[in-house]
T-cell receptor, first 112, second 112 residues
Framework: KNEVEQSPQNLTAQEGEFITINCSYSVGISALHWLQQHPGGGIVSLFM???GKKKHGRLIATINIQEKHSSLHITASHPRDSAVYIC??????????????FGKGTKLSVKP | AAGVIQSPRHLIKEKRETATLKCYPIPRHDTVYWYQQGPGQDPQFLISFYEKMQSDKGSIPDRFSAQQFSDYHSELNMSSLELGDSALYFC???????????FGPGTRLTVT
């Protein structure tokens, strides 16, 4: 079983729809990252969370530490949001000083 | 704002050759992480450095070595290249081991 599980693996939405991507993890963490990867490979950091909720533009990320679960929401989705969204956690305990453990990503396609 | 710089962006090598990938972190960032993303795979942590010292080690083959220099840039040296080393290699930097990681554009290595 992977330490970081994302769902769904693939998601197709119509422009304007509200989108939710979920992430569950099984290890103790010090922070959780949501990343965006476009075709061609570049990775952009969207959020780093250790508790609560963060908002940036049309993106909202929440985390529930007790339930070991995080969600990424996209409001009023747009075709330019099409990308792979990756959840990654940082354990930060013991010998691990900050490296990330990645989920397998959610491939989002937003149709006009 | 300055971002993480990686060079080269693309590299083609033959089996058994060597390759050197370079990473220049964001100014005043003292921590560098290296990740490897195989085709269709999620990124895997290779190695990290904090203040020029190795801070953590992941699934880095013995054929690979890395270091961080006095100006905080890092180099990943890969010897006896194998076909399976073909991947996208990301470098990320953070202001501390606990800070948000910012990713470079990646170096796409193809081994033929």
């Amino acid at each position: 079983k992977n330490e970081v599980e994302q769902s769904p693996q693939n998601l197709t939405a119509q422009e304007g729809e509200f989108i939710t991507i979920n992430c569950s993890y099984s290890v103790g963490i010090s922070a959780l990252h949501w990343l965006q990867q476009h075709p061609g490979g570049g990775i952009v950091s969207l959020f780093m969370l250790s508790s609560g909720k963060k908002k940036h533009g049309r993106l909202i990320a929440t985390i529930n530490i007790q339930e070991k679960h995080s969600s990424l929401h996209i409001t009023a989705s747009h075709p330019r949001d099409s990308a792979v969204y990756i959840c990654a956690v940082r354990s930060g305990y013991g010998g691990s000083q900050g490296n990330l453990i990645f989920g397998k990503g959610t491939k989002l396609s937003v149709k006009p | 704002a300055a971002g993480v710089i990686q060079s080269p962006r693309h590299l083609i090598k033959e089996k058994r050759e060597t390759a050197t990938l370079k990473c220049y972190p964001i100014p005043r960032h003292d921590t560098v992480y290296w990740y490897q993303q195989g085709p269709g795979q999620d990124p895997q942590f290779l190695i990290s450095f904090y203040e020029k010292m190795q801070s953590d080690k992941g699934s880095i083959p013995d054929r690979f070595s890395a270091q961080q220099f006095s100006d905080y840039h890092s180099e990943l040296n890969m010897s006896s290249l194998e076909l399976g080393d073909s991947a996208l290699y990301f470098c990320a930097s953070s202001a501390t081991g606990a800070g948000e990681q910012y990713f470079g554009p990646g170096t796409r290595l193809t081994v033929t």
